[in-house]
């Protein structure tokens, strides 16, 4: 497709309970980022992947939060064991490349924690 | 420590009345500064990129400018359709992190 997207749109889950967050990039699009915006609050970067370097993993805000680049192009961002606090809007950005400046959203993951 | 504030955090204007949000910055070697509009439910979206102090640039009814220690996001005669909220975001040095501002959530009542 022309833009980044993300699924699902929407999830509700149960505390303790797994979840599997998708974003497909655009394509060519070698950086990816995950980020996390709270309610009323900034953006919360989360982890970045350029081409096949070693992923920046340094925002992840505990182990129970993972995530994978397979082939350099669909991510996936897990959290384990979910939690209240982990209810949040979850964003997937492209950029062209690693030197490329302007980062391009998908719609975000609405994911609450019951 | 690099740091991006944004205001007001929010701003009520009637339709065509014209005002200015503000996004200050301080950070170590500024390599560019970004403003996005955002949409409830929906993702940013990209609008300017602004790279040295004194650049300026347009688009329909906003105009964003910078100085070296803040960005301004000019709204003239706004419409209800430009209610939303926007953001500032700043990359500084050779970090391809970026810090963002909290966003200032612009209404426009008819």
């Known amino acids: 497709g022309a833009g980044v997207s993300q699924s699902p749109s929407n999830k509700v889950t149960e505390k303790g309970k797994d979840v599997e967050l998708r974003c497909d990039p655009i394509s060519g699009h070698t950086a990816l980022y995950w980020y996390r915006q709270s309610l009323g609050q900034g953006l919360e970067f989360l982890i970045y992947f350029q081409g096949n370097s070693a992923p920046d993993k340094s925002g992840l805000p505990s182990d129970r939060f993972s995530a994978e680049r397979t082939g350099g192009s669909v991510s996936t961002l897990t959290i384990q064991r979910t939690q209240q606090e982990d209810s949040a809007v979850y964003l997937c950005a492209n950029k062209l490349n690693g030197g490329a400046d302007t980062q391009y959203f998908g719609p975000g993951t609405r994911l609450t924690v019951l | 420590e690099d740091q991006v504030t944004q205001s007001p955090e929010a701003l009520r204007l009637q339709e065509g009345e014209s005002s200015s949000l503000n996004c200050s910055y301080t950070?170590?070697?500024?390599?560019?500064l970004f403003w996005y509009r955002q949409d409830p439910g929906k993702g940013p979206e990209f609008l300017f990129t602004l790279y040295s102090a004194g650049e300026e640039k347009e688009k329909e009814r906003l105009k964003a400018t910078l100085t070296k220690k803040e960005s301004f996001l000019h709204i003239t005669a706004p419409k209800p359709e430009d209610s939303a909220t926007y953001l500032c975001a700043v990359q500084a040095g050779s970090n391809y992190q970026l810090i963002w501002g909290a966003g200032t959530k612009l209404i426009i009542k008819p």
């Open positions: 950070v170590s070697g500024l390599r560019g």
